[in-house]
């Protein structure tokens, strides 16, 4: 059954759990992120963002008055105060959407919670971008600094299109927030200059990296411009066509051959697997989606459940990360998911979850909500520290900081979340996706309210206010209460086999659906209980992990000493609640200092295994942690 999420404005978080880390991104990330982007923090890496668009600003005002303006080249991805003019562009060449994101995280923090002094930040941010934009609509400080001429020549690597898509994403938000439509402005310009460039009879390109296409539809939405729609369209379907467009543009034959870390490999009703760079290609599927929906394009369609498919079950680790490998951020081969190797980026699972959204919107069928919900409380919180001043990029299921300290190829795993990154994609988008959580939370159709997270919440919906008082997080336990009788349809999530809801329902693809309800109470019986992951993934075998309803627990040696490769769980461990830990009956084996000797039985003594949430490991300085861990 299709629905539609409910838009921010009429969602008033209320929630024990998710009150603390709304707050967090409101009061720490999102200040700490300003000043990042001013590179005003000391001993983080430079961002150089808010500067490029000063720079670019100063070039589009030099053009205006027929001054002659410098041309720097535009030959890589990174540009260093050791590689290029001080004048020239500085950064990834992906830099601008760092602002966008942003920004867009302030529109949606601004719904929430009225601030005028950041309200007034954010305005000026805005000035500074509207500044940089050209006469004719393009908004790229990389090609407006270096040179104009070369715009729109190498799709397949230097992200215009991508950072049009923040652009059109954060000027939504800001727009919706504040009613200041000069971002919007500047994005519809901006859309309609690619419009223009792009279709059937003119540039047949696509992003290398995925994101207008989306972003195209949610400017459709937010303006109900109809060619906004059709060029995500043609976006979506042109990718991976023959000829193929990325040979053209730079004069090879590859035959396609390299293009699946663009998923352009083939066309997109052809793809089944998730292939590619991680990010790019969740980006894709959920653009995909939307044109599924609003095209009615079964062909699609079906190769976005196909492709779902074959991420949660053959691509996805148990935190809800994916993109197992670093060599090109990317999904691996089926069942490959090395937990010290992982590179399950933040940014991924964050894809995720807006690719389970749009899914669960064509048909609620409970799988969606429950990734998304694995990826939310895991992979996607783990994004920050306790103080939301530093980040993980990489999120991995077992560390030994020794090995990312000496072994190259775990550079990728650092065993502390960092202040910032040269490449910062992931905290601003952590920032984005938690201040609109409640847009995951819940839709609605002309029949039906739906629940998919049980998120604390004043809803005020179609069918009037929807109160969800929600201990999900805590005892499990969450109470729905309608103004006026309403169709429900409740996620049964599906780490729970015993549950209670308080009023008669009919089950249908993991929804319990119940009608013209005003109270329900509802409980998840959420013990911990001990997952194994199939024995086709090589790197869990003879292993377990603990889960407790939502959240995936991990072992760190700063709780159990060094050497957590020495600890096996009890099967048939009780589990202790200690705080925020859980404690479990286990052992511990004794070192053995000979390399080899003839095989005995090591000798092992009773432990109790101190065990903490995934989410907040890593924030007690370096340490070891691991999720699985063998059991006996
Ligand atoms: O390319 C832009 C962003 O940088 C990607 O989404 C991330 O994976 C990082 O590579
Ligand atoms: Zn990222």
């Known amino acids: 059954m299709q629905s539609n999420h409910i838009s921010l404005k009429n969602i008033k978080i209320n929630d024990p759990f998710w009150n603390n880390v709304c707050e967090l991104v409101r009061r720490e990330v999102i200040p700490y992120q300003y000043e990042a982007l001013h590179d005003r923090v000391e001993g983080a890496e430079k961002s150089y963002c808010i500067e490029n668009f000063v720079k670019a600003g100063r070039v589009v005002k030099a053009l205006k008055n ?84 070369k715009v729109f020549t190498n799709l397949r690597d230097f992200h215009e299109l991508y950072c049009f898509g923040h652009l059109a994403e954060s000027a939504v938000s800001f727009y919706n927030a504040t009613g200041d439509r000069r971002l919007l402005d500047a994005a519809c310009r901006f859309a309609d200059l690619i419009c223009d460039t792009f279709g059937k009879d003119k540039k047949r390109g696509y992003g290398g990296h995925e994101i207008a296409e989306m972003a195209l539809v949610r400017l459709y939405e937010q303006t109900g411009e109809q060619r906004y729609l059709d060029t995500a369209e043609f976006l979506v379907n042109e990718r991976g066509r023959r000829p193929y467009y990325f040979d053209a543009e730079h004069g090879v034959n590859s035959k396609g051959e390299a293009y699946h870390y663009n998923q352009a ?189 049980y998120i604390g919440a004043a809803v005020q919906s179609r069918f009037g206010r929807i109160d969800i008082a929600s201990d999900y997080t805590q005892s499990g336990k969450v109470k729905i209460t309608a103004k006026a009788p309403v169709n429900l349809a409740l996620r049964i999530p599906s780490w729970c086999s015993d549950y209670s809801i308080s009023a008669p329902f009919t089950a249908k693809d993991g929804y319990a659906y119940l009608d013209g309800v005003t109270d329900v109470e509802i409980s998840f019986d959420c013990k911990p209980k001990l997952v194994r992951c199939s024995n086709r993934v090589r790197a869990n075998i003879g292993k377990a992990a603990v889960t407790k309803g939502a959240f995936v627990y991990c072992a760190e040696s700063v709780d159990n000493g060094e050497n957590l490769q020495m600890l096996t769980l009890d099967k048939n461990t009780a589990f ?42 890593g924030n007690r300085g370096e340490n070891e942690m691991t999720v699985y861990l063998p059991v006996n």
Request: net charge negative; hydrophobic share 35%; glycine share 6%.
């Open 66 to 149: 027929g001054e002659s303006v410098p041309v720097y080249p535009v030959d890589k991805w990174q540009y260093t105060d050791e590689n290029c003019d001080e004048n020239a562009f500085h950064g990834w060449v992906f830099q601008d959407s760092d602002a966008y994101k942003w920004l867009e995280a302030v529109g949606y923090s601004l719904i929430n919670h009225p601030d005028a002094e950041l309200e007034k930040k954010a305005k000026e941010v805005v000035a500074v971008i509207c500044d940089a934009q050209l006469e004719n609509g393009y908004l790229d400080t990389l090609y407006i600094i270096n040179d104009r001429s």
């Open 265 to 453: 490999h083939r066309p997109v009703i052809k793809q089944d697997e998730a292939v590619g760079h991680a990010v790019r290609g969740v980006y894709l599927y959920s653009g995909m989606a939307d044109i599924a929906k609003y095209k009615n394009d079964a062909e699609i369609y079906t190769a976005c459940k196909n492709i779902w498919s074959n991420i949660v079950n053959k691509k996805l680790y148990i935190t809800g990360g994916i993109g197992a490998t670093v060599d090109g951020e990317a999904f691996s081969f089926n069942y490959d998911l090395p937990n010290d190797l992982a590179y399950s980026e933040t940014c991924a699972s964050i894809g995720l979850i807006f690719f389970a959204r749009r899914m669960a919107e064509l048909n609620a069928v409970s799988d969606y909500g429950d990734v998304a919900e694995r990826a939310l409380y895991n992979t996607v919180l783990a994004g920050m520290s306790e103080d939301g001043k530093r980040f993980f990029y990489v999120n991995p299921l077992e560390v030994n900081p020794e090995a990312s300290h000496k072994d190259s190829r775990k550079r990728h795993i650092k065993p502390v979340r960092q202040k910032w990154f040269a490449c910062a994609c992931c905290p601003p988008n952590l920032a984005r996706l938690i201040s609109s959580v409640g847009e995951y939370a819940f839709s609605e159709n002309e029949s039906t309210f739906f629940v998919h997270q």
């Open 576 to 617: 202790e609640q200690d705080g925020e830990f859980l404690l479990a009956d286990g052992w511990r084996e004794e070192a053995q200092n000979a390399l080899y000797s003839d095989f005995t039985e090591t000798p092992k003594t009773p432990c109790k295994i101190k065990l903490h949430p995934y989410y907040r490991w």
